[in-house]
């Protein structure tokens, strides 16, 4: 296992209420991410950050902030939980970007209900 | 949008068959990995091969890439019933150095 702790792994949470989801790195790694995966849909990229404090919009960013205060804890927060944030979230690490072919390690995800 | 798409969606197998799966993607790119995941667990990288690479192996895993058709394949020899999970593809794109982008997967199964 590559040391990254996502919780919480399981919440129902109703329409309109904010959620967070916190991912925390035991490696140092400087990149972490933020993906959700939903049936016929891979894996689709939310925010990520470069560093404390550094972070950027991925592809399906609408609906979703992010918070990098310390190295090792990635929060992702659904300011208003809406049912099409239903999904599983996966938090991902990397020692460098991605360009430089570095394995991304993911954590186990945390399943997210919105009724 | 999705960058890479495996084919096919669902592969069943016997055990000690061969399994081959695709990945097709549609911009250049600097590097392609696949991925596995077992059912309700996180993605583990297998293998990384980059674009100007034709073929890796490790282990009972053989990649290959034919940028010219933007392509690449994943073989799993003599395959066990472990080898049960999900397969993605992953593509960098060269705009955008940390947006990996998935494919849908392949879902393997092999009968013991």
């Known amino acids: 296992d590559a040391g990254i702790t996502q919780s919480p792994r399981h919440k129902v949470t109703e329409t309109g209420t904010p959620v967070t989801l916190r991912c925390h790195q035991t490696?140092?790694?400087?990149?972490m991410y933020w993906y959700r995966q939903d049936p016929g849909h891979g894996l689709r990229l939310i925010h990520y950050s470069y560093g404390v404090k550094d972070t950027d919009k991925g592809e399906v960013s609408d609906g979703y902030s992010v918070s990098r205060s310390k190295t090792e804890d990635f929060l992702l927060t659904l300011e208003s939980a809406t049912s099409s944030q239903t999904s599983v979230y996966f938090c991902?690490?990397?020692?460098?970007?991605?360009?430089?072919?570095?394995?991304?390690?993911f954590g186990e995800g945390s399943w997210l209900t919105v009724v | 949008s999705q960058q890479g798409e495996e084919d096919p969606q669902a592969l069943s197998i016997q055990e000690g068959e061969n399994a081959t799966m695709n990945c097709s993607y549609k911009t250049s790119i600097n590097n392609l990995q696949w991925y596995r995941q077992n059912s309700g667990r996180g993605l583990v990288h297998l293998i990384l091969i980059r674009s100007n690479e034709r073929e890796k192996h490790s282990g009972r895993l053989r990649v290959t890439l034919d940028t010219s058709k933007k392509s690449s394949s994943l073989l799993i020899t003599a395959s066990r019933a472990a080898d049960t999970a999900s397969y993605f593809c992953a593509t960098d794109t060269l705009y955008n150095n940390n947006d990996m982008r998935f494919g849908a997967g392949t879902r393997l199964t092999v009968k013991p």
């Open positions: 490696e140092n790694h400087r990149y």
């Open positions: 991902a690490i990397s020692f460098t970007g991605t360009t430089a072919g570095n394995t991304i390690y």
